[in-house]
C-alpha cells in the first residue's frame, strides 16, 4: 500500500508527465527536482499498463479538425473499412452500443473536400443522414490522479471541485513541422508505451536528432497540447455532448475526463475514459446536470465493433506538405458500397 507521502510523489509526477512527456525520464526528474523520477516512472510501467498518448495542436500542424456523426442503415459495417474509406484521416471513430447505427468520427484534413464521400454513401443508401462540423475549440484536461487507489487500480469517486484545461504555449509563430516532428508524435500516439529510443529507432535517426525535434519542436514550439497518462486498460469511451459552458466544468469533476471540444454550431462534447466499475456512477452524475442542460451521452465498449482510434495521419505528410487525395477515399467507397451490396444481397437469397 502506497504511503501518503509516496502518492504525493507519484501526483507530482503524473503533473509533469501530462505536460512533457516520458521520451526522456532524467528531464521529468530535473523539472520537477524529485531524484528518483525515472525510477517511478520505469515502477509505473512495470506495475501498470502505463501508457502515455500526446495531445496533437493539430492547427500548428497545418490541420483542422472536423466531427462527423454518421446515421447509418447498416449496424455491421467495420469501423476499420471506414477508417481505410477515409485513407487513414479518422483520430476516432465511434459506433454507440446503444444505438449502433450512430457512428461519431472525428477527422482530420485541411477542407471539406471529403463530404463527397459522405454524399456518395449517402446517395447509395449506405447512410441516411449525416451532420457534419468543424471543431473550433479544443480543452485538454489532464488526468487527475489525486484519489486514484493503486493498490485497486481504479478512481475512487468524483473530485470535489472542477479542474482547469492545461495546454503547452503555442510558440510555433511561424514555424512550421517538419516529417520528424510529425512522425515523432504520430510514433508515440500509435504506441503509447514507446520510449525516444524505440521511436528513433522505428524512425532510424539517432536518439540525439529524436531528442532535438522532441524538446526543441514538439514540446518548445507547442506542436502539443501536453500528454495523457493511463496507468490501465479502459472498459469503456463516454462521449457526451452537452450546449452550456457551466456543464463542462461540473463534467470536469470525472477524474478520467481528458478531452473536451466545441464545435461550429456551438454543441459541446466531452470524452471520458474509465474502468466498468465506474461506469454507472459517472452515468447517475451525468444524469443529475439534465435538469439545467440537454445532454447526450453516447456508450462505447473498448472494442473493435465499437472502437477505433488512430494517430495524425503523418504518413500523408511528405516535403513538407500534407497530400490528402479525395479520389482516393471515393473509389475506396465504391468498393466500400460494392461490398455492402454483395453481403445484402447474400442475406436476402438465404
Known sequence: MLIEKEHLKLSEVFYYLQR??????????????????DKLIQWLRENFQYRLAPIPRYEALGLKKYYVTIYSNYADISLYNIYELFDGM??????????????NLSIYYNSTDFDRVLDYLQDEGIIYHYDLHKVEEEKFYPIDYSNFNFERREFTG???SP??????PDLAEGFFPDEVDMKIIGKKQAKT???????????????KDA????????IGKGLIKGYSVYLYKPDFRLEISFSEKETLEELSRIPSMYLAYKLDDKTYYAHVFDNSSRLLDYLDFISSL????????????????????????YEHFENGRWNFNTEIMMFRAEK???????????RQGE
Open 20 to 37: 512533457f512527456g516520458d521520451l526522456n525520464p532524467r528531464v521529468i526528474g530535473a523539472i520537477s527536482r524529485i531524484k528518483d523520477a
Open 90 to 103: 479518422t483520430s476516432f471513430i465511434l459506433r454507440d452500443v446503444i444505438n449502433p447505427l450512430v457512428l
Open 158 to 160: 468524483l473530485l470535489t
Open 163 to 168: 479542474r482547469e484545461p492545461f495546454e503547452l
Open 193 to 207: 508505451v514507446s520510449s525516444l529510443k524505440d521511436i528513433s529507432t522505428m524512425l532510424g535517426i539517432s536518439f
Open 211 to 218: 531528442l532535438y525535434h522532441t524538446q526543441a519542436h514538439v
Open 290 to 313: 439534465k435538469s439545467k442542460d440537454t445532454i447526450e451521452v453516447y456508450i462505447h465498449p473498448f472494442n473493435e465493433k465499437y472502437l477505433f482510434t488512430a494517430s495524425i495521419p
Open 336 to 346: 466500400l458500397v460494392k461490398k455492402i451490396e454483395e453481403k445484402d444481397g447474400g
